[in-house]
């Protein structure tokens, strides 16, 4: 983005009343130690425990870092912005915020087109499972994931690199994101704007077709099985994350392809503040409460703690008398 008067930005943030703005720093700093915790937790137990090396939690052991990568670059600026009430954000800082909170975003729709493959291939494929799905294959699928979200990124990045900021620095949101930028460049923002847009509905359509054709054999596969139970079992292995997914691709469709809430700068914003604290805090627990096996494995790390403390007491007191 070429600038030559302009060096930093104001955020205006969602609101200017101080009552508020405390309830919000309070809510959003709970939301954001909770989603931290939380992903950081599931990304400990896929490393500690054997029994999640599988390429499902390796998908998930990524998608939790990447929730932990997009919330920290959205929540932890803001948070200083209420507390300080310095709103003022660097030209460079703002650039680079713009692109990661993006680049994640973008990362996390195709891994989520990866996990329901990898489901459709446990589901539809059991026996073959192992061969498809190895740990090269899940490696490189991630590896893809990145280097797609990248290529997305290319077009946008380059046209936003000639935007020229002369007349207004003042971007009404409380982060720096493409659309609200565009408001205030002093450049034609049509290209842009639409470049913007191509990329992202035509990021929503290819992830969401593949993960609509991995659901439809998933389902068409499981209504064949002659038993209830293995219904009951093969739906809720693939719940969790169709919970995930409906969040995720409900609230990018509301953004993106609602003209009402376009112009309605408010609702996007509000939005916006959901989509980076309140999804990357639920999806851990998504996961976890109607996950069996990595519920068992968090008490079995609980307990393990518990105990190792415990006999830490015990070598304690025994030293002292």
């Not at 990248?150 to 002369?166: A, D, E, H």
């Not at 969040?247 to 408010?266: D, L, R």
Request: with cysteine; proline share 4%; charged share 15%.
């Amino acid at each position: 983005m070429k600038n030559s008067t302009i060096t930093a930005f104001i955020l205006l943030g969602l609101t200017d009343d101080p009552e508020l703005q405390v309830l919000l720093f309070i809510f959003l700093f709970l939301t954001y130690m909770l989603s931290v915790t939380g992903n950081l937790t599931i990304i400990t137990l896929t490393f500690v425990d054997p029994q999640l090396k599988t390429p499902m939690y390796l998908f998930l052991q990524n998608f939790s870092f990447l929730e932990i990568s997009f919330t920290a670059a959205c929540i932890p600026r803001y948070l200083y912005n209420i507390a300080t009430g310095d709103n003022i954000i660097t030209y460079n800082a703002c650039i680079i915020q713009a692109f990661f909170t993006d680049l994640f975003a973008v990362t996390e729709f195709f891994l989520l087109a990866a996990m329901s493959y990898d489901r459709y291939v446990a589901i539809c494929k059991p026996l073959h499972y192992v061969t498809i799905m190895s740990s090269r294959v899940c490696r490189r699928l991630v590896f893809c994931c990145w280097l797609a979200a990248l290529l997305v990124m290319t077009s946008p990045l380059i046209l936003g690199l000639n935007l020229k900021f002369c007349n207004s620095n003042v971007i009404d949101h409380f982060l720096c994101d493409a659309f609200p930028l565009l408001k205030i460049t002093c450049s034609d923002p049509r290209f842009m704007e639409q470049t913007v847009l191509i990329c992202a509905v035509l990021t929503l359509i290819f992830t969401l077709l593949c993960v609509v054709l991995s659901y439809t054999y998933i389902i068409k596969t499981i209504l064949g099985f002659p038993s209830t139970q293995q219904r009951k079992k093969a739906f809720s292995t693939c719940s969790s994350h169709m919970i995930v997914v409906s969040i995720t691709y409900g609230t990018c469709i509301f953004i993106y392809m609602n003209p009402t809430a376009k112009e309605q700068v408010t609702i996007n914003k509000v939005v916006s503040l959901l989509v980076s604290s309140i999804s990357p805090m639920l999806n851990p627990f998504i996961y976890t409460l109607r996950n069996k096996q990595v519920k068992k494995s968090f008490d079995d790390s609980i307990k393990r703690i518990a105990s190792f403390l415990k006999n830490q007491n015990k070598i304690m007191i025994y030293q002292l008398v």
